[in-house]
């Protein structure tokens, strides 16, 4: 079993995130269990910059978080008019012209976005409210192992906005146009039995065995080969956007570059 706790030295540790890295597997904790692990646009940047700063040596990531709460979704005072100190408030956000917000927005779902990179596969481990913000990091993942009292909800549309943080997509992916409607428009919470058999998360297991069914997980993963892994997760991502046909094609193409890998003639 991989362990996700060992002691080691944190690659990155700030604004509420902390990296570790061992060998081929990287853990990302979310570290302000005291708000619930709010998110924050300095979250958000921080998360960003351990897409960037990944060694080439990761091949899972893992993304779990301290206390009895995944994410209980944006910091609420990104709500109040002075907003956060040294932010743009949501009030500043909307007075600014439609490119600057564009930006600002693009800017932020840099957190969101490189969780599905071909080169990595990655797990989120998820106990407790994952709320809004909270609800489309898990989304971002590759793969949901959830505590059996998770509580997922899309809450933006209830506070007048949308949900903008990456998750629609996979959302939608995962569970079907109804239901992500559904879900998105009315904030409902989504428990652990109805997450699993929506096909939202892959496995629910007791709180106390979240760490150790992530780690099983993740040791699973580890154990293929990385460029099977790599070739098969792009076949996999992209078979949703592609005709039967030309996913048939990709396949071909993906085993040829396997096959000649194998033999030692590969490019």
């Not at 040596?57 to 990104?78: H, I, T, Y």
């Not at 971002?140 to 949900?163: I, K, W």
């Not at 592609?242 to 033999?263: I, K, M, V």
Request: aromatic share 4%.
């Amino acid at each position: 079993m991989t362990s996700l706790d060992k002691d080691l030295a944190p690659a990155l540790d700030k604004d509420g995130v902390r990296l570790t890295v061992d060998e081929a597997l990287a853990t990302v904790t979310l570290t302000n269990p005291a708000k619930r692990n709010a998110q924050s646009p300095a979250l958000w940047r921080a998360l960003a910059e351990v897409g960037r700063t990944l060694p080439g040596s990761v091949r899972v990531v893992v993304l779990r978080a301290e206390g009895k709460s995944f994410s209980a979704g944006l910091d609420r005072q990104m709500f109040t008019p002075e907003g956060i100190e040294g932010e743009p408030s949501f009030v500043d956000l909307a007075r600014s012209d439609d490119a600057d917000l564009d930006a600002t927005i693009a800017a932020y779902q840099e957190a969101f976005a490189w969780w599905r990179r071909n080169d990595i596969v990655s797990i989120a481990a998820v106990q407790g409210h994952a709320i809004g913000a909270g609800f489309q990091l898990a989304l971002a993942c590759d793969l949901r192992v959830v505590a059996d009292d998770v509580q997922f909800a899309m809450r933006e549309t209830s506070l007048g906005l949308v949900p903008d943080l990456t998750g629609t997509h996979p959302l939608v992916s995962l569970v079907g146009y109804g239901r992500a409607l559904e879900i998105c428009v009315t904030g409902r919470f989504v428990q652990a039995e109805e997450a699993v058999q929506s096909g939202l998360a892959n496995l629910a297991v007791p709180v106390d065995q979240l760490d150790d069914a992530v780690g099983d997980l993740a040791s699973a993963v580890l154990a293929a080969p990385r460029d099977a892994v790599i070739e098969t997760k792009a076949l996999v991502r992209g078979a949703q956007d592609r005709t039967y046909d030309d996913q048939r094609a990709a396949e071909r193409a993906a085993q040829t570059r396997r096959l000649r890998d194998l033999a030692g003639i590969g490019e």
